[in-house]
């Protein structure tokens, strides 16, 4: 029974062990933000981005939407708010509402194309 418990225990670690290295990331991200250092947010909201992490992928849009630290590229913007707003994310889902009327068919268009690679690539990851 206590070789179960112990078993239990390291496998709940190995479980958080993620979701806190993901927190640290966000918050070390968010720490770059606040001193305006948007390239070293980026570097640590890009990869949480792209393993799932609603926030990040939200944070994401939105430097492409505003062209903060990056060029403004709509149809990129699109791409990450769209999968953010697929697993829930409201904010994102209102993001979509407010570029959407900006966009041409085009932007809109190549976004999902985006939003469909994006989740080919991840297919059985996220």
């Known amino acids: 029974m206590r070789m179960r418990s112990i078993a239990f225990l390291a496998s709940a670690l190995a479980l958080a062990a993620p979701a806190t290295a993901s927190a640290q990331d966000y918050a070390a991200g968010l720490r770059c933000y606040e001193f305006n250092d948007f390239s070293c947010a980026m570097s640590h909201w890009m990869p949480l ?31 990450w708010f769209s999968i953010a707003a697929g697993k829930g994310d409201r904010t994102a889902a209102e993001a979509i509402d ?21 989740r080919a690539s991840r297919r059985g990851r996220i």
């Not at 944070?59 to 791409?79: M, Q």
């Open 49 to 79: 981005a792209q393993n799932g992490v609603t926030r990040a992928q939200y944070r994401i849009g939105s430097f492409y939407a505003e062209g903060t630290g990056v060029p403004i590229d709509k149809a990129e913007a699109y791409k």
């Open 98 to 118: 407010s570029i959407g009327p900006t966009m041409t068919q085009g932007e809109i268009e190549e976004g999902m194309r985006r939003v469909g690679e994006f």
